[in-house]
C-alpha cells in the first residue's frame, strides 16, 4: 500500500491517531528538512508527517527548505502529499472556515524560493498546466464533504512573498485578476512534488477574509479570531485526514507518477556526474 506523506501548516504540527510512529531524521542533498519527520499508521496506511515551520512555528514562509521537504518524501517512499495550509479569502463566498481544494497556483514569490530540483547541469520542463493531482483533490473534497465540512473544490492561489500580509490594493488587485484565496507556501511544495513524480493537492483551510473586505465589513478581525478559526480549522482537517485515507487506492492511475518521462531535456553524458549523483533518487529511472 502506497505511503502518503502529509505537510502540516500553521496550527497543524502532529496529527493524532498515528499510530507506530517514529521519528525520522532525513538528511538531503538540498540541506534539512523543516524538522523531523514522523512515520507511522493512519486509518492501516502508511502515512509520513512533516510540520512545513517546524515545531514551534520557528521557520518562516520565505525560509522553507522545499526542496529538502519534498526530497525527504521521496527519500521515505512516499506517493502522494497532502498540503493543510491557512489561507485567506479573496471572495465573498469563501467564508472563513471553509476549505478549498485549489486546481491552480499564481506565483507572487519574486523568485526568492528554491523551486526546482533541476540545476548545476540539467534541465528539465514539466508540464504543469494542472499543477495538482485531480483525483487525489477529488478524494479530499469528497471526504470533507462526507466530514460535514463547508467544501469547495477547485479555485485559483495567490502565492504571495509573505510574512507580511497585503496590503490593500494588492488584495484588490488579486481580486480583479479573480483570484480565490491567498497564501504563502503551496506554490513551492506543488512544483517540487511534481517534479519528484509525487501527487500533490492542497486542503486550503479559510481562517479570514484577506485586507480587501475591511472595506465592505463593519466586523472588527483579530488576530484572537484569525487564531480561533485556524484551530478550528485544524481540526476540521484532521477528521478530514482520517477520512480519507481508506479511499485512496494502492496505486495511481493519473499523469503524476511519471512526470519526468519527456521532461528531462539534457543529454545523460551531459549530465555532471555529481548531478547525477544528487537526483538519482529522483532522476534515476530515466537517466542511466
Not at 534539512?32 to 486509518?43: Q, Y
Not at 477574509?209 to 476540521?236: F, P
Not at 519527456?262 to 545523460?268: D, F, G, L, S, Y
Amino acid at each position: 500500500m502506497s505511503k502518503v506523506g502529509i505537510i502540516g501548516g500553521s496550527g497543524c504540527y502532529n496529527i493524532e491517531g498515528i499510530e507506530k510512529v517514529k521519528r525520522v531524521k532525513i538528511k538531503t542533498p538540498f540541506g534539512e528538512p523543516s524538522d523531523e519527520l514522523i512515520t507511522g499508521m493512519l486509518e492501516d496506511r502508511e502515512v509520513v508527517f512533516l510540520a512545513r515551520h517546524g515545531k514551534g512555528h520557528r521557520v518562516s514562509p520565505s525560509e522553507i527548505n522545499y526542496r529538502a521537504n519534498i526530497y525527504a518524501m521521496k527519500k521515505l517512499g512516499v506517493e502522494r502529499i497532502i498540503s493543510v495550509s491557512a489561507c485567506g479569502s479573496l471572495k465573498k463566498e469563501l467564508k472563513p472556515l471553509d476549505i478549498v481544494i485549489p486546481d491552480q497556483f499564481v506565483d507572487r514569490t519574486n523568485s526568492a524560493r528554491k523551486t526546482t530540483f533541476f540545476e548545476s547541469g540539467i534541465v528539465a520542463h514539466i508540464q504543469f498546466a494542472e499543477p495538482v493531482c485531480p483525483i487525489l483533490s477529488k478524494a479530499l473534497y469528497d471526504a470533507g464533504r462526507e466530514s460535514g465540512a463547508v467544501m469547495h473544490l477547485g479555485g485559483a492561489y495567490v502565492n504571495m512573498e509573505g510574512p507580511q500580509f497585503s496590503t490593500k490594493a494588492e488584495s484588490k488587485l488579486y481580486r480583479s485578476w479573480g483570484m480565490d484565496i491567498i497564501g504563502m507556501t503551496n506554490l513551492a511544495e506543488a512544483r517540487l512534488a511534481r517534479e519528484a513524480e509525487i501527487c500533490y493537492s492542497c486542503m486550503a483551510c479559510v481562517t479570514d477574509y484577506d485586507c480587501w473586505h475591511m472595506d465592505e465589513s463593519t466586523e472588527t478581525v483579530s488576530v484572537e479570531m484569525i487564531i480561533n478559526n485556524l484551530l478550528k480549522n485544524v481540526e476540521t482537517s484532521k477528521n478530514i485526514l482520517k477520512k480519507v485515507m481508506p479511499a485512496l487506492g494502492d496505486s495511481r492511475t493519473c499523469a503524476c507518477s511519471s512526470a519526468l518521462k519527456h521532461a528531462i531535456i539534457t543529454r545523460p553524458e551531459a549530465i555532471p556526474a555529481e548531478t547525477k549523483k544528487r537526483l538519482g533518487l529522483i532522476i534515476g529511472k530515466y537517466i542511466i
